[in-house]
């Protein structure tokens, strides 16, 4: 079965530093997204991806934030200048439809430390 | 704003007991509600999903939900549960766009 993969699995990086979370999606999706759970807390929606484009972010998303698609696999979360805050677990996911009835398969997820 | 409240963090239940987890939205409109899965050291994978028909939705491994739209409830059941399903179970709800809020989750652990 198709799986949504990420790497690296786990990535340790000093306050400041700038940081790309890797995803493989889904091959025949069309719709990617990110999503972020700090220890504790619940897993929340960082931004969606179709066709080149942000199609939805949430506040977390700001200026130290950005997504792209290099190539035709790959999905990529860059951080900037990360912050102590941001160290949490990153879960890609992708869609084939985008809809809101639509599954999203998620992969096993980055945990981000920030020293 | 959409919200997902689960009220269980915790559950620890013997083999072939029954599991209820509670799940209760917050959302005006139309929502679609899914129950997720995460086993140790695995992905998060979806269990089932409503958006529309039939409130009693069955999902894998027996796993079933009942869409109650006056309770904005969608509580997850599983008649008798197995040591396999140790995991961590979160509700989610997606509505007007395609982002899904999820719960808090509730860490389920099943003693042989």
């Known amino acids: 079965e198709p799986e949504v993969t990420q790497t690296p699995s786990h990535q340790v990086t000093q306050m400041g530093q700038e940081v790309i979370l890797r995803c493989v999606p889904i091959?025949?999706?069309?719709?990617f997204y990110w999503y972020r759970q700090i220890l504790g807390q619940k897993v929340e929606f960082l931004v969606s991806?179709?066709?080149?484009?942000?199609?939805?972010k949430s506040e977390i998303f700001d200026d130290q934030f950005s997504v792209e698609r290099p190539d035709g696999s790959n999905f990529t979360l860059k951080i900037r200048s990360t912050k102590l805050e941001d160290s949490a677990m990153y879960f890609c996911?992708?869609?084939?439809?985008?809809?809101?009835?639509?599954?999203?398969?998620f992969g096993p997820g980055t945990r981000l430390t920030v020293l | 704003a959409q919200s997902v409240s689960q009220h269980n963090h915790h559950v620890i239940l013997s083999e072939a007991a029954s599991l209820e987890l509670g799940c209760n939205y917050s959302?005006?409109?139309?929502?679609?509600l899914f129950w997720y899965v995460q086993y140790p050291g695995q992905h998060l994978q979806l269990l089932l999903k409503?958006?529309?028909?039939?409130?009693l939705v069955k999902g894998i491994k027996g796993f079933e939900a009942e869409f109650i739209k006056s309770k904005f409830s969608f509580n997850l059941r599983k008649p008798s549960v197995q040591w396999s399903d140790t995991a961590e179970y979160f509700c989610?709800?997606?509505?007007?766009?395609?982002?899904?809020?999820f719960g808090t989750g509730t860490l389920l652990a099943v003693q042989p």
């Open positions: 091959s025949n999706h069309l719709y």
């Open positions: 409503y958006f529309s028909g039939d409130p």
């Open positions: 989610a709800v997606c509505g007007a766009t395609n982002k899904l809020i």
């Open positions: 991806f179709y066709n080149n484009e942000i199609s939805e």
């Open positions: 996911a992708s869609s084939g439809r985008g809809t809101t009835t639509d599954t999203q398969y």
């Open positions: 959302y005006g409109g139309t929502v679609n």
